[in-house]
């Protein structure tokens, strides 16, 4: 019995991979013959000689991706606070409009005369991001948040070129997300970075003297709002006053946007161009790690720079989003239904930076958000973020007598703490978030924002009851008296998970990167 | 500031409840008082007040009902390939999607986790991304590969910016014939970098490009945009090497289930348009891009990557690795802003591979040549057109019909089939037409006589 091997579906046993499962002669889906006639094969020299691809039952394949989902922790099993990442609920019928074959079946490269159902939901979007963040355009090109930034600051660098404007220095503040020094650096700026001042506000004398001293080269100043300290820049309006004082573009990070949709609108703050995540405020599943979309929104004099295409209507459509009911001040009844002589069409953008992708962004994304926005509609949006900041201040509440919090005062739709307390009795952030585990919930997201000690940033969302934050409170306060009386049962985490920790460095000392 | 302030409201902004926001009254209520202030407003002091609770001029809230009533309205407005027979590629491509992959990909711990920031709660993300990797090195026969970029045209640009990285050149050479979309695309990212891009003209059959040695790659798709497969591509590799370039293959992910991979050919990055693989046209997106390179530049690689390593116990298990190329540690000076990797797609594409085996992505490969080839010759019959075969092509060719490509076009619609992409703007009067393994031969069939009727 020495041989004996346990049922697939013990989850103390690893998943082999598809190549370890693999047998030849095995096949999961088979592919009809031909029904026309043989064509004259292509030249020897141009054929593959073997193909090495795993051979599997369709059992097999089932079971192989059913039993590595079960390895996975998600929103749908369990609560994921991970701070700046607005892990919310993805409701089930945005799939279910995804799916739809008139959307899911529309190519790319048809004319647009054929599409136009899928053409009024991006103008449909394009609308109303631009309405919700107080800006006057939307472009939803762009393929993920990264590459929004890229797109965003591109416009920018264009906007001053076609002024005859050399300018080269982007600032951002050092609590920043590491994309944001990485986009600056791949549209060819420099970057100076500012520090913020003790209680989370950016320094304003920081930001003055980095004006001064690099002066008319500073192209615009990338700024994250809330923060990623979970904050709201009290004086972001002075900010905004500062860096256009100096001839440079406010470029919002909208991140973290969850917090204010329906509170404030950015465009109004004095931001320029601003990115939006739709995986995190409008709720685009993450999917492990994409897709995502990063649409930009700017302001008047940035429009003819937007990314291509960008989706206009040919009608006079502006009129039916004045109000319908003769007041003026309302809105319109429905962005769904468009009058039937509107036509909408690509066009790029007369000074367009160019395209960012094959096509025109990720339409399943832009499909789900345009979703999502029309089930909330504007009290809805404005509850959300409402709930959003209330749950994070209520967590905030409970767990501040057990760890520090990095900034005392009210919090956004995250609250972040530091570790410093706990790494001082035996167990550091890493373990706290492993610990976490044990207790059946995802960690938060840690040692992030860097400028922070032992940072752990906790989002809960929205999406979550009164209940379930307590549950989550409780074993928090339980783990920080873990933290005290027995950190290695913290240090050892998690005992209850599929695997015990990993072995980081060897993975990247001798990289293993394919069976 | 233009937009309207309204009174701060008391009550509840949604007085029924909503599936979304699940705090009610009473909830509210008890955690304000644990928060220790009167109003949820008093959370919102921070927000200068005279900012403070915009107006938003978008329609009121649909329940699920009344949304799907109205998307499938708008879906209806869409002519696609689910009713159309589509004879329409160029980038993106009508395929068949075996039906295991939707229910699989869309359970919802594979779509609603984040990326894999926990590996020990994240082990099936982890797995399905080595696998993955593993997958791509064995279609286009490369060392290694990332987990996925956001689409083919994304994945070319990058590699051509890491060609700059590897050689310390400042110049790009592209071959005319990739994709004009991502082309622009390239030369987008390229003006980013302050990177000179050269368009290079195709050389004839038997002749090879001519770089210089500022180039820090040659970039071509084989089988290049108007679908053609070079006989020549072995000696453009050799050409780029000769200049102390990169050779950059932009490759088509089914071809590879019978061409020969550009491993074969001198390639040391081969990047690809992963849609093909079994992921919806979705008009246009979410795609993956495949990215694939030889060992040595592993370290210059953008995008995420997935090792195997083992736990405390000994047991096997994956991690992301490599992680001092990307922007979150390295920040100004990483290889890549990307942060993403498409994963939910790139798991549509392993799963799509591990379905079919060699044996059916070879099918696949063989059902669309045949099937473009036999469409192909039965235009070659028709008066009024002629099909293009200077070189050997896989599952699309140019057609010179007499006729505009648009009028063409216009009149198919009228007979429910989708043409094929108008390239006039590129090459005078021609349409570029594809097939795969979906066309039916009772379709191609109706394709031309369609078209002989529309030249008449």
């Not at chain 1, 009844?333 to 002589?341: A, D, E, K």
């Not at chain 1, 933290?483 to 209850?496: M, S, V």
């Not at chain 2, 060392?143 to 990285?165: I, K, P, Q, R, T």
């Not at chain 2, 190329?325 to 799509?352: D, G, K, V």
Request: glycine residues 8%; charged residues 20%.
């Amino acid at each position: 019995m020495t041989n004996l091997q346990s049922s697939t579906f013990n989850l103390q046993q690893p998943e082999p991979t598809l190549d370890a499962r693999s047998h030849a002669g095995r096949i999961a889906v088979a592919m009809p013959h031909s029904d026309v006639p043989g064509a004259e094969a292509p030249p020897a020299e141009l054929l593959r000689r073997d193909l090495r691809l795993p051979e599997l039952s369709q059992l097999d394949v089932v079971r192989h991706y059913t039993r590595l989902s079960q390895l996975n922790w998600s929103i749908d099993t369990h609560m994921y606070p991970l701070g700046s990442c607005t892990m919310k609920l993805n409701p089930k019928v945005n799939d279910a409009i995804a799916a739809m074959p008139g959307f899911a079946d529309a190519h790319p490269m048809q004319p647009a005369a054929d599409v136009q159902g899928a053409l009024a939901v991006v103008y449909g979007l394009q609308r109303t991001l631009a309405e919700i963040t107080g800006m006057a355009e939307t472009s939803l090109a762009p393929l993920a948040g990264a590459q929004g930034e890229l797109a965003g600051v591109l416009v920018i660098k264009a906007y001053l070129e076609s002024r005859g404007e050399k300018r080269t220095t982007i600032l951002v503040p050092d609590s920043a997300h590491g994309t944001n020094p990485a986009t600056a650096s791949m549209a060819g700026f420099d970057v100076v970075a500012v520090k913020p001042q003790p209680d989370g506000d950016m320094d304003l004398d920081a930001l003055r003297v980095a004006l001064e001293e690099h002066g008319p080269t500073v192209a615009a100043l990338m700024i994250t709002l809330p923060s990623t300290l979970g904050l709201f820049d009290r004086n972001i309006v002075q900010i905004a006053e500062m860096v256009h004082a100096h001839g440079a573009q406010m470029y919002g990070d909208g991140a973290n946007l969850n917090a204010m949709v329906g509170q404030v609108k950015p465009g109004d703050l004095g931001f320029d161009v601003m990115h939006i995540n739709l995986h995190k405020t409008f709720s685009q599943p993450h999917g492990g790690g994409g897709p995502g979309a990063g649409p930009i929104v700017v302001k008047e004099h940035l429009i003819p720079f937007l990314p291509s295409p960008h989706v206009v209507v040919d009608a006079d459509e502006d009129e039916r989003w004045k109000m319908e009911d003769g007041s003026g001040s309302g809105r319109p009844s429905s962005i769904i239904h468009p009058p039937s002589s509107a036509t909408y069409r690509l066009h790029d953008p007369e000074r367009t930076i160019g395209r960012l992708g094959a096509f025109h962004g990720n339409f399943g994304v832009l499909l789900r958000a345009y979703a999502y926005i029309s089930s909330l509609g504007p009290d809805g949006l404005r509850a959300m973020s409402e709930a959003a900041v209330l749950n994070a201040n209520y967590v905030q509440a409970r767990l501040r007598g057990a760890y520090d919090l990095a900034h005392d005062r009210t919090c956004m739709h995250e609250v972040l703490f530091s570790g410093r307390k706990q790494k001082a009795q035996g167990a550091k952030t890493l373990d706290i978030a492993k610990r976490m585990i044990d207790y059946g919930y995802h960690p938060p997201t840690i040692y992030f924002p860097l400028v922070v000690e032992e940072a752990l940033m906790i989002e809960p969302t929205e999406s979550e009851t009164k209940e379930t934050l307590d549950a989550f409170c409780e074993a928090m306060l339980q783990i920080a008296a873990e933290a005290e009386t027995q950190p290695e049962l913290l240090r050892e985490a998690p005992h209850n998970a599929p695997l015990r920790r990993l072995d980081e460095a060897t993975a990247a000392r001798k990289p293993v990167l394919r069976w | 500031m233009t937009t309207e302030t309204r009174p701060v409201e008391a009550r509840p902004l949604v007085t029924e409840p909503h599936p979304y926001i699940p705090l009610t009254p009473d909830d509210r209520a008890a955690m304000l008082a644990t928060i220790g202030v009167a109003s949820t407003d008093d959370l919102f002091t921070d927000i200068p007040a005279a900012y403070r609770n915009p107006s938003i001029n978008i329609p009121d809230a649909l329940t699920e009902l009344e949304l799907l009533d109205e998307m499938r309205t708008l879906a209806a407005r869409n002519r696609t390939g689910s009713d159309y027979a589509c004879f329409l590629g160029a980038g993106a491509y009508h395929h068949f999607r075996p039906s295991l992959i939707d229910p699989l990909v869309m359970r919802g711990e594979f779509l609603t986790s984040y990326t894999p920031y926990q590996p020990e709660v994240s082990q099936g993300t982890l797995q399905t991304i080595f696998e993955f990797q593993s997958l791509v090195c064995e279609l286009t026969g490369m060392d290694v590969a990332n987990a996925g970029m956001y689409d083919g045209a994304s994945a070319l640009a990058e590699a051509c910016l890491m060609a700059c990285a590897v050689t310390g050149r400042r110049r790009i050479a592209v071959s005319e014939r990739v994709h004009p979309n991502w082309l622009a695309v390239v030369q987008g990212y390229a003006h980013g970098r302050d990177i000179g891009v050269d368009m290079m003209p195709h050389p004839a059959p038997g002749a090879t490009f001519v770089l210089s040695d500022e180039h820090a790659c040659l970039a071509v798709a084989q089988p290049d945009f108007y679908g053609r497969m070079s006989l020549d591509a072995a000696s453009w590799g050799e050409a780029a090497h000769a200049a102390g370039a990169l050779f950059l293959v932009a490759a088509e992910p089914i071809s590879l289930g019978m061409y020969r991979p550009p491993s074969e050919y001198g390639a040391d990055i081969v990047v690809a348009e992963g849609q093909s693989l079994g992921v919806s046209l979705s008009y246009g997106g979410p795609y993956v891009g495949l990215f694939a390179c030889r060992n040595d530049y592993i370290r210059q690689m953008p995008g995420r990557i997935v090792g195997r390593t083992a736990d405390l116990e000994g047991r096997t298990g994956y991690v992301l690795t490599l992680q001092t190329r990307e922007q979150h540690i390295r920040r100004e000076r990483a290889t890549s802003n990307i942060c993403t990797s498409q994963q939910l797609i790139a798991l549509s594409a392993s799963m799509y591979l591990a379905a079919l085996g060699p044996r059916g992505l070879r099918r696949v490969a063989e059902l669309c040549y045949e099937k473009a080839h036999y469409l192909a010759d039965r235009i070659d019959e028709l008066a009024g057109f002629r099909v293009e075969r200077d070189e050997p092509f896989f599952h699309e060719f140019v057609v010179r019909p007499q006729k505009p490509p648009s009028e063409i076009n216009r009149a198919l619609i009228e007979r429910r089939i989708i043409g094929g992409l108008d390239v006039s703007d590129a090459i005078h009067n021609r349409m570029l037409l594809c097939a795969t393994e979906l066309n039916t031969r009772v379709e191609i069939d109706a394709l031309v006589e369609a078209l002989a009727e529309v030249s008449r």
